[in-house]
């Protein structure tokens, strides 16, 4: 039962356009969501979180969007650079302890 | 910086064969958590240890057991390699459980292992 589901395996963009990566979820009990980037051979890396009770989180290029009635969130990156090429995974906390990951997103950015 | 390390990048065992994976986190980190990585599942939850020598079982746990008998040191052992254990581990610690950076993880690079 994939609590968290990230519907797309992969994603290609232009540079200098907008990269959107969506993750749906369906707990009610999630707190918080984050998106974590991993490169390959490298361990994943925090990237941006939101709550949930917030709709929105912006961190320089990235913004995270919240629709709680949909159970639905977003990553977007503005503008996309082919350094941004990576594995993206959604991940949602339970209980204020547990992470539940997504199955990651790749993302590749064409210069 | 917080620093992860995964004393094993690479590994190739064969079918029965006992397996340890170490994790050394340099933060005085409480938390540390053992995932696995298969394409398709994302990163599935082992085992976590909230402090020495406590563990709780993760989504996944069977066929794995581990070890945290320092705060620096969680310690992933496979009892009896099998193939469907061929996979990448990810190790990663965390300060503490609460607040609302409390979801953040600092990973380590990974080992990745293959059973025969």
């Known amino acids: 039962d994939q609590q968290v589901k990230q519907n797309s395996p992969s994603l290609s963009v232009q540079e200098g356009r907008i990269s959107i990566l969506n993750c749906d979820y369906t707990?009610?009990?999630?707190?918080?969501f984050l998106w974590y980037k991993k490169y390959p051979a490298e361990g994943p890396t925090f990237l941006i979180s939101?709550?949930?009770?917030?709709d929105k989180n912006e961190d320089g290029r990235f913004t995270v969007f919240l629709n709680k009635s949909a159970k639905h969130l977003s990553l977007h990156i503005v503008p996309s650079q082919p350094g941004d090429s990576a594995v993206y995974f959604c991940?949602?906390?339970?209980?204020?302890?547990?992470?539940?990951f997504g199955a990651g997103t790749i993302l590749r950015v064409k210069s | 910086d917080v620093k992860v390390t995964q004393s094993s990048r690479y590994l190739v065992k064969r079918t029965g064969e006992k397996v340890f994976l170490e994790c050394v986190q340099d933060m005085d980190h409480e938390n540390m958590f053992w995932y696995r990585q298969d394409p398709g599942l994302g990163l599935r939850l082992i085992y976590f240890s909230y402090d020495v020598k406590m563990k709780e079982k993760g989504d996944i746990p069977e066929g794995y057991s581990v070890s945290r008998e320092k705060k620096e040191r969680f310690s992933l052992i496979l009892e009896s390699a099998s193939t469907n254990q061929t996979s990448m581990y990810l190790c990663a610690s965390r300060l503490t459980s609460g607040g609302s950076r409390a979801g953040e993880l600092f990973f380590g690079e990974g080992s990745r292992l293959t059973v025969l």
């Open positions: 991940a949602a906390r339970l209980y204020g302890n547990k992470l539940v």
């Open positions: 707990n009610s009990m999630f707190d918080y």
């Open positions: 939101i709550s949930s009770i917030k």
